[in-house]
């Protein structure tokens, strides 16, 4: 292979993922990341439990550094440099220096996008408003509520990081106050499986308002869509994201209606030296024939190794698509899904089947209930969608039922899965058997 | 359907599942079930939870009588009454009624054996010698312990039964010693995995002795092959089954060189109208072409289901085989596997991969390490056999590695497993992806 100029753009998950993936399969090419913030892989998904406290330092959420990365993969990381233009047809990019202000160029044989998402901000302008979504962020809230001494937070959003974010919040010993603007709390479930949600916040007398939304922030008080008037001492806003993608929006490359790019089965957007990956890429799904965006860490990390292996020349090396699998762990309760979303299982003509029962024989003790799933497609009857929720052994039924979406089984398959079990672990007709078991005709 | 006359030996797992079944598809069959036994549907895996007083009551074991049978289910069950000869072409069977003595017949059009195994016995005559098979051995080992004031028992054999049995004794206050024939314990798990079983033995200072026998025992004084002389309180081996298959040798129903009945994917014998299940019958594999016994609760009860829709004219519906999933738990740790047993994996030219990691995030409390393994032919790289262990997420992995087999995944299929990710539960990259990862050519 002659030596190629590889530029990355993003050094989060997908993108630092991906320049590491490039590396291990080509020791030779030149591989540049640029990253528009102060760090480089920091791990997203524990930035709520570094809040609370429960990630010991902050040392462990940034395992990497540009020196790092350098020493041992000879690709070079440039922090606080953010790529604002993109032209394919000469194949350059333009970058602003944020360290000096200035305008850089560069060129590229390849160029692999993960600018990822950046968080929506609320329109209201006080110094004790903060949205979570990165590093910065983090330190942000971390130096606010020590040097504050923050005891009131509000919370606006019931998104799974919402979720994550108040859980960690009231487990440091902060009083937090949730509020959302519609009834439909963490969107990734289903919503009557939510109940949970309420059950956890109502046990810890955790006050919360749906169909609720901020007004007007004046200093600490607060003014309601409800007329609430309340004083916090910090607001934190979970209030959607937003693709990234404005640098190459006059670039060729194509981007759908709400800003995202689409990529086929390997990362390629439609400019075939340009790849796409992490939250700002759209795919497919595995099991059904519909596209699929699903923003998580799973995905970032699946879709650097098949960049990896496509610039590698491993052409046989594609993705077969989503599944979708998603968990949140909140307080007591888990709650999982995988398979289409809520909106996308619209678009069939299906039938769900459901069963409540103890994750393990009812005789052998610390059991505990869980609510389990299954849509399907009343024609094909292939799996479209599973959901579950209890305290334990959620994870176990979801990820088995993921690994049957991914082969396309249908509901009746699953009368044939072959449990591991002995009493502390399942039935000899598992949860999962039932569904099948459930739904003969 | 003409009404018929249904037959079924054995009124455990497979043979009351199976006429339970029957019924639920045919409410007009007359239904008989013989059990040689005293009690019918007693729940055998928590035999050894029991006797460690971690099941609650003696009523737990047992969630059904021949009364209740009867009046729930219009079937009748005979307790006490042994088959002891099948004729297929009169279609006629021979019962002994333990309660007088006397032999009876009585016909069928379609007859179910499900007799299940019993213990092998070491051949010593003692009156504190036990085997732990069904509810009357349960019965009268829960009585020799409380009437004689047990302290001291050696468990003889190391399967997952004496497992169970030896951590339930230890739980329970008693002072167990475990000695083996052969290094080869638990034989369902790959045999370094098993390290743990002894490690955590020596952490508790339960003696235990391999390549270790009894010569023989007089009174309480029991001596060893090794030479070793000392005094038990009680004695319980585990020394293997025997198939309960004597009553049909002369019938023309086929029996293998062990003693099991080989069936078809309907379960049915070569007598189309003789169905065998549960312990007795040997199956085939599901991802590989070779035959299976897998002797456990499961596939007795797929197996009384499959049995009930050929019974009901359901041709369609036929097994596809095992994939062999097995789990067992010793004090801390699961042990689990699925795939072809190592014996049957010789007949393979195979590779195997294996990886060692956290459960979940290493950030995240509460971590435990998982030893996760995958067994592939080197040709097809198809998954035969998976092995784990550790203290938590080791059932999740082999059941989703069971599905996958299903499935007649390859090892490279692995890498496209979609985890159910966050903090507490997983990786972005799964172990399971892991292995995938660690095969790539």
Redesign the interface.
Known sequence: MSKQKIIVVGAV?GGATSASQIRRLDPDSDITVYEKDRYMSF?N??LP??LGN???SRE??LPMTPEKFKQKKNITVKLQHEVVSVNTKSQTIEIKDHTTGKLVKDNYDILVLSPGARARHLDFDVPHLFTLRNMEDTDAIEDYITTNQVKNVLLIGAG?VSL?LLENMYERGLSPTLIHRSEAINKLMDQDMNAVILSELDKRNIPYRLNEEVVSINDHTVTFKSGAVEDYDMIIAGVGVLPNSEFIQSSGIEIDDKGYVPVNNRFQTNIPNVYAVGDIATNHY?HVDLPAHVP???????GA?IIAEQIAGNKDVV??G????????FFDY?L?S?GVSLKDLEQFDYDMVEVKNGTH?????NNTSVHLRAYYDKTSRRLLRAAAVGITGV??R???L???M??R?TID?L????????????H??DLI?MLG?KARQ
């Open positions: 998950a791990v998904c524990g439990y570094y429960v990630v010991e462990q959420l799974y994550e595995r998580l860490a799973w995905g970032a990390h699946r190794s993705f077969q989503f599944v979708g699998a998603s968990i949140v762990k888990t999982a995988s024989a009812g005789y052998y003790p994870d176990k979801i990820d088995v993921s690994m049957a991914m082969h089984a398959d009368t044939a899965f072959e449990v591991a079990y002995a009493p502390p672990y399942s000899p007709k058997n078991y």
